[in-house]
């Protein structure tokens, strides 16, 4: 059944109030990457980051940094999808892998993270990065549930 949100004038489904809620809440550093989400849902998660001035390094590339900052972002996301609105999960990096493909100067990167398993506290997911249909980089990394990240339900937003 589709949840009517207070400001949102159409029907919306779960992942779709937690697409906007996320959207919505941004932090600086997120703010400075400059993406969003396109799609949202247990265990998946696709971002979408145009390729700005102030991604580049001196070469006129995208710098790596920002890079594995989209890997380690939609990787954490993919694991902390919380079904029940006005909640969050939340978790920290304990270790992401990265590997570099192709550099990027222009277009939309795409980055998609897909969780592999997880446990009580931990989990695994393993992320890519594609832009203009080029893999740019991908990444595996592990992650620790926190404040309450590990409860399928989540804790209330604060």
Same mark, same amino acid.
């Given at each position: ?28 550093? %997120? ?58 999960? %939340? ?28 446990? %009580? ?38």
């Amino acid at each position: 059944m589709p949840l009517i949100v207070k400001g949102i004038d159409e029907a919306c489904t779960v992942s779709d109030v937690n697409l906007l809620a996320e959207n919505e809440g941004l932090s600086g550093f %997120r703010d400075v990457l400059g993406f969003s989400l396109t799609e949202w849902k247990e265990g998946q998660v696709v971002i979408e980051a145009p390729v700005s001035g102030r991604h580049m390094n001196r070469n006129g590339f995208v710098h790596g940094g920002v890079v594995s900052s989209l890997l380690d972002s939609a990787a954490g996301l993919a694991g902390t999808f919380c079904p029940v609105p006005g909640h969050i999960r %939340r978790c920290s990096t304990i270790s992401l892998n990265t590997q570099f493909m192709a550099p990027v100067q222009s277009g939309v990167m795409i980055a998609t993270a897909r969780q592999l398993s997880r446990g %009580r506290k931990i989990f695994f997911v393993e992320a890519s990065v594609t832009c203009n249909g080029i893999l740019v980089a991908t990444a595996q990394g592990s992650f620790r549930y926190i404040f309450g990240g590990e409860h399928e339900q989540g804790v209330p937003v604060q």
